[in-house]
Structure formats: C-alpha cells, structure tokens
C-alpha cells in the first residue's frame, strides 16, 4: 500500500484552452493540454526541488524540452527511469484525475465550464505542494506565460 500528499486545487483554464486552440492550428499537429501543464510545472518545479518533469503519453512518459511551444512538441521525448514529476492528462480518459504509484503526479481532469481540477499526489511536503498548486493554477490562468 502506498500513501502521500493529495492535494486537490481548480483552475480556470479557459484562456488555456483557446491558447490550446489557436496554436495547434498554427502548428497544423495537436499540442496536448498535458504539455502545457507540464509546462506550468517545469517552471515552478524549484518549489519541489524537482528536476525531471514528464508527461504521460498514450504508452509512456515523455520527457518536455524547453525552449517555445513549438519545440517542446518537436523534442517530446520517451522518458528513461522515473520523473521527478510524472503529468498526466486524466481528462483525455474521461476522468477528474488519474495517479500512478512510486512517483509524484500531477494530474490535470476533465474541463467542465472553462475549470479543471488540478491534483497533486505523491512523497511531498504538503505546504509546499499547495503553493506550487497555487503557482501552476496561476501559470494556467495566465497562459501567455507559456508562450514567452
């Protein structure tokens, strides 16, 4: 059995969404709302002290790159050994989150009226992993931080 942290925050992620929008259309691919939350967290991850951030692809995680949007899709990568955190979009499944044991989750669910809820599960500190939860909402929120 195994326990942790779980920690459970919603965020408006409208603005997200039509940013989602306009640059898959531009990119002419899909660009995974898993990335752009991957994203979120990379930038706040010294929070956690993380290093290693991954998303869950349909059969493994990836690792995100740096660098703009267009090249965090380009250098999607297969992730070798366990992230430091693994960012999984339970939403593409139909669910409000989804976790997987033996390493931190960021999961990011099903957009319902413009909000997702944003759930964080794992071997954490919980009063650091509500203010790294407050910094990725608002990262989201605002996501031409994304882009810059």
Not at 42 to 68: K, P
Request: proline share 3%; net charge negative; hydrophobic share 45%.
């Amino acid at each position: 059995m195994w326990f942790g942290a779980y920690l459970r925050r919603d965020a408006d992620v409208a603005a997200l969404r039509d940013l989602q929008r306009q640059v898959s259309a531009a990119l002419e691919q899909d660009l995974p709302l898993g990335l752009l939350v991957a994203r979120a967290a990379q930038r706040h991850a010294d929070t956690l002290g993380l290093g290693s951030v991954a998303v869950q692809g349909d059969t493994h995680a990836q690792t995100v790159g740096t660098g703009s949007l267009r090249d965090a899709l380009a250098q999607l990568t297969a992730q070798h050994g366990t992230p430091d955190l693994l960012v999984v979009d339970a939403g593409a499944h139909g669910l409000d989150d989804l976790h997987f044991p033996h390493t931190l989750t960021l999961s990011v669910g099903r957009v319902q009226d413009g909000r997702a809820a944003l759930t964080l599960n794992g071997d954490v500190n919980p009063a650091h992993a509500a203010h790294f939860l407050a910094q990725v909402a608002g990262t989201l929120e605002q996501p031409i931080l994304l882009v810059l």
